[in-house]
């Protein structure tokens, strides 16, 4: 571990500029994708090369509008060989073609069809897809691809629709379906009784017509109060800015601080003082050598991994922990079970986990 932290899953976000304006955005720190921007993007990715994650999620921001992103992808994969996912908002993915041979999955944003699409991320979802048509029939393309959609009560009456057409490009695309944020706000489809029983019933008619269709809402109803959950993934997942500036939830108080976007006025803000109090409890907590996992920033990046440290299932793990085959040792495993053991659940499985990361039945 290092600072605290597995390290096993690090996203990075390679810029900050991006050339759409989604709903779901922090405004705060998205820049315009003609705004300069002068990084040593080589330099940053020797400072994540020091953690060696397994899984490499490069976001932004949009990283097509990186140039050198294919070089760097290059470096990561000559240096330590990790799991690359490219998230890329739909815009332009033959900008991507040179990263191609260094891409093991690309997620392209898309909410629905249409207008559907164009409400929230401000293109056509038709000419997403048909953007995606051409590059599944691209001979250079071998990525895994997923479509990210977040469901909304704005959308939900549309997924069937989108299934359907994504499952007459290619039965190799995988839907992955993801519940809005906050969980609890106006978008929400859980947020009414009986909000998570209709989704299901629309999930459950898509998967039985299409087959590769997920979701993570599970993940996220564990929860019994959205502003002060348990987050088990923070102890495995790290976060860097585009200059590779560590910024993530489970490691040093210090980290917390090196993304100083809008920090003092996020802390301002309704329940800031709490956010604040909570990672100085934590950082306190973990320099005596207690682990606290205690967070009141809910999101659903990674929460897929705190169910099976549960011991539970969930429709994405098989998915999420693919990443790992091949790259997790058996000390890594060891390391895994004494830390989930001892500190989140007694009955932890190891060879389950494993199983599953290998893709053996279980």
């Not at 002068?38 to 994650?53: C, H, K, Q, S």
């Amino acid at each position: 571990m290092i600072n605290n932290n597995f390290c096993w899953m690090a996203t990075w976000m390679v810029t900050d500029r991006c050339n759409l304006r989604c709903a779901y955005c922090d405004p705060n720190i998205m820049r315009r994708a003609n705004e300069p921007e002068v990084i040593n993007r080589f330099e940053a990715l020797d400072r994540i090369a020091a953690y060696r994650p397994k899984i490499l999620n490069i976001s932004g921001g949009e990283p097509s509008l990186v140039k050198e992103l294919s070089g760097i992808l290059a470096r990561a994969k000559a240096v330590w060989n990790p799991f690359i996912r490219v998230v890329h908002n739909g815009t332009a993915p033959q900008k991507l073609a040179e990263s191609f041979p260094y891409i093991d999955r690309l997620v392209i944003s898309v909410d629905g069809p249409g207008e559907v699409n164009a409400a929230t991320r401000g293109i056509s979802g038709d000419v997403v897809l048909d953007g995606i048509a051409a590059l599944m029939d691209s001979a250079d393309f071998r990525s895994e691809l997923i479509i990210n959609t977040v469901v909304t009560e704005r959308n939900i009456d549309t997924l069937k629709r989108l299934a359907a057409q994504i499952a007459s490009i290619s039965p190799r695309i995988e839907l992955g379906l993801a519940p809005v944020m906050p969980p609890d706000g106006e978008l929400s489809v859980i947020r009414a009784p009986g909000g998570y029983d209709r989704f299901l019933k629309a999930f459950a008619e898509m998967k039985s017509a299409h087959g590769a269709v997920t979701h993570d809402f599970d993940c996220l109803l564990r929860h019994k109060n959205f502003r002060k959950i348990q987050c088990y993934n923070q102890y495995f997942s790290v976060h860097f800015s585009p200059r590779g500036e560590l910024f993530t939830c489970g490691a040093s108080l210090g980290s917390q601080l090196r993304r100083t976007d809008g920090v003092y006025g996020k802390i301002f803000k309704k329940g800031g003082i709490k956010k604040a109090l909570t990672i100085l409890t934590r950082a306190i907590n973990g320099f005596v050598g207690r682990v606290d996992f205690t967070c009141r920033n809910i999101c659903s990046c990674e929460s897929w991994f705190d169910m099976l440290l549960l011991g539970s299932d969930t429709e994405y793990a098989p998915t999420g922990l693919r990443g790992f085959r091949g790259r997790l040792t058996n000390d890594d495993y060891a390391e895994l079970d004494t830390f989930v053991k001892k500190h989140i659940n007694a009955n932890f499985d190891a060879e389950r986990f494993k199983s599953i990361v290998e893709g053996r039945p279980r």
